[in-house]
């Protein structure tokens, strides 16, 4: 299994809080953890889901309560922050799709 090494030496952040237990990264520093090719993958396409599923909520108009309760449900399914593990799930899954989407 391949392992993946983000930049060593620099100081993590966490994330920053957005009502109740949902958090949202604005993450400045790479994560130094290392990580399986499978991880990476798996941990990009549940945020791809979380964003997919934002955008589609907007594109259909719901707002408010329907719109929170909508997302928070696929958060909770995809992106769940109880522990240490999955914040440091977030803060990587936040790099890799900077990293897929970056434009040169």
């Not at 993958?41 to 329907?66: F, P, Y």
């Amino acid at each position: 299994m391949e392992a993946l090494t983000s930049t060593k030496g620099k100081r993590r952040e966490e994330p920053s809080m957005m009502g109740g237990d949902l958090f949202i990264s604005s993450y400045q520093i790479p994560p130094t953890e290392e990580i399986t090719i499978e991880q990476f993958q798996d941990w990009a396409m549940n945020r791809i889901r979380v964003l997919k599923e934002i955008d589609n909520a907007k594109v259909s108009g719901i707002v408010g309560k329907q719109y929170q309760d909508r997302i928070d449900s696929v958060v909770r399914q995809y992106l769940s922050l109880k522990s240490e593990e999955d914040v440091q799930r977030d803060i990587i899954s936040h790099f890799v799709l900077r990293l897929a989407f970056c434009k040169p």
